[in-house]
C-alpha cells in the first residue's frame, strides 16, 4: 500500500470520528435543551403567578405606603412644632422661676439685714438700759442690805444676776 492510500484511510477515520463526535455532542444538546424548556415551563408555571401575585401586592400596597409616610411625616412636623412650643414654655418657666427665686433671695437677704438691725437696736434701747437699771438697783439693794443688816449677800446668789445671765 502506497502512502497515499493511508493517508486516505487515516484522513476517512478521522473524519468518521470527528462526526460521531459532532452527533454525540448534537444529541447531548438537544437533552440539554430539553430540559432547559422543562425547567423553564417550570418556571412559567411556579415563579411567574408568585412574581405577578407580588407585583399586584406592591400595586395594591404602594398608595398605603405612601399614605403611611405622608401620615409619618405630617406626625413627625406636629411632634416637632409641639417640642418646639414645650422648649419655648418650658424656657419662659425657668426664667420666670430664675427671677423669682432672686427676689426671693433679695427679700430673705434683705429681711435677714433688718432682723439684725432690729436685734442691734433692741440691745441698745431695751437690753443695756435693762442692765444699767438692774445694775443701779442691786447697788441699792446691796446699800440697803449693808445699812440695814449690816451683812453683806455674796453676788452670785441674786436672782437679778441669774437673769441678767440668761439675756
Not at 446691796?142 to 441674786?158: D, H, L, V
Request: proline share 3%; no cysteine; aromatic share 4%.
Amino acid at each position: 500500500m502506497d502512502n497515499l492510500t493511508i493517508f486516505i484511510a487515516v484522513t476517512a477515520a478521522a473524519v468518521v470520528i470527528q462526526a460521531g463526535i459532532l452527533v454525540a455532542m448534537y444529541l447531548a444538546v438537544r437533552q440539554s435543551t430539553a430540559r432547559i424548556e422543562a425547567l423553564a415551563s417550570e418556571v412559567r408555571t411556579k415563579i411567574l403567578p408568585t412574581a405577578e401575585l407580588v407585583q399586584s401586592m406592591l400595586t395594591d400596597l404602594r398608595p398605603k405606603v405612601e399614605t403611611l409616610v405622608s401620615n409619618a411625616s405630617e406626625s413627625s412636623t406636629i411632634v416637632r412644632n409641639q417640642l418646639e412650643r414645650l422648649d419655648a414654655t418650658v424656657k419662659d418657666a425657668v426664667d420666670r422661676a430664675r427671677l423669682q427665686i432672686i427676689r426671693a433671695d433679695e427679700l430673705l437677704g434683705r429681711t435677714l439685714d433688718r432682723v439684725e438691725q432690729t436685734t442691734d437696736l433692741m440691745h441698745k434701747t431695751v437690753v443695756s438700759p435693762v442692765r444699767q437699771v438692774s445694775g443701779v438697783f442691786q447697788g441699792v439693794v446691796a446699800g440697803m442690805e449693808f445699812f440695814f443688816s449690816g451683812k453683806r449677800r455674796p453676788r452670785n446668789s441674786s436672782p437679778v444676776a441669774q437673769d441678767e445671765m440668761f439675756i
